[in-house]
T-cell receptor, first 112, second 113 residues
Framework: DTEVTQTPKHLVMGMTNKKSLKCEQH?????MYWYKQKAKKPPELMFV???????INESVPSRFSPECPNSSLLNLHLHALQPEDSALYLC???????????FGPGTRLLVL | AQSVTQPDIHITVSEGASLELRCNYS??????LFWYVQSPGQGLQLLLK??????LVQGIKGFEAEFKRSQSSFNLRKPSVHWSDAAEYFC???????????FGRGTQLTVWP
């Protein structure tokens, strides 16, 4: 089983809202990732967690705040987003940060 | 710097025809290469991967890829395309920094019935 789940599937939020994206895997993977993907572009890495510690932050604006409460869960807290933040947000996980990454279905975010 | 090149932005084939998607990588050490497929509005699904060993790699959905070090290539092939294969295909190289992947720009595949 190589399933990564993400909720919600779609999200519409205003620029003053606070919302969270959730990602979950039960494969025992110890590395988890957030990516942002704009239309017609490849995914761009945002954050990497390895063994529940943040190991990579790709200079992401502070309005995006990741959280890894345990080895199965990864959250992305959103606050005061801009319309240009509208995108598909993908979560991925891997056995370790050296191993193959498996992606979730994504959350389609629209910021109004 | 590490990079992955997919020369073809868009390819159109007829259903039942053969398919080859091109990918070239640049990196001095042994690459760790992947092909992912993404249907519209969906996540990325792993088709196949190459780390070492046999240079012809079999994947899911009838896809295969051949690693050619002399040409720095990792082209994806399928002998007979189905309409459901229409999607975006990404060639990916694992970076030297743990957790980082280098994506090609993607090739959009359209399948004519």
């Amino acid at each position: 089983d190589t399933e990564v789940t993400q909720t919600p599937k779609h999200l519409v939020m205003g620029m003053t809202n606070k919302k969270s994206l959730k990602c979950e895997q039960h494969m025992g993977h110890r590395a988890m990732y957030w990516y942002k993907q704009k239309a017609k572009k490849p995914p761009e890495l945002m954050f990497v967690y390895s063994y529940e510690k943040l190991s990579i932050n790709e200079s992401v604006p502070s309005r995006f705040s990741p959280e890894c409460p345990n080895s199965s869960l990864l959250n992305l807290h959103l606050h005061a987003l801009q319309p240009e933040d509208s995108a598909l947000y993908l979560c991925a996980s891997s056995q370790s940060s050296q191993e193959t990454q498996y992606f979730g279905p994504g959350t389609r975010l629209l910021v109004l | 710097a590490q990079s992955v090149t997919q020369p073809d932005i868009h390819i159109t084939v007829s259903e039942g025809a053969s398919l080859e998607l091109r990918c070239n990588y640049s990196y001095g050490a042994t690459p760790y290469l992947f092909w992912y497929v993404q249907s519209p509005g969906q996540g990325l699904q792993l088709l196949l991967k190459y780390f070492s060993g046999d240079t012809l790699v079999q994947g899911i959905k009838g896809f295969e890829a051949e690693f050619k070090r002399s040409q720095s290539s990792f082209n994806l092939r399928k002998p007979s395309v189905h309409w459901s294969d229409a999607a975006e295909y990404f060639c990916v190289n694992r970076g030297s920094t743990l957790g980082r992947l280098y994506f090609g720009r993607g090739t959009q595949l359209t399948v004519w019935p």
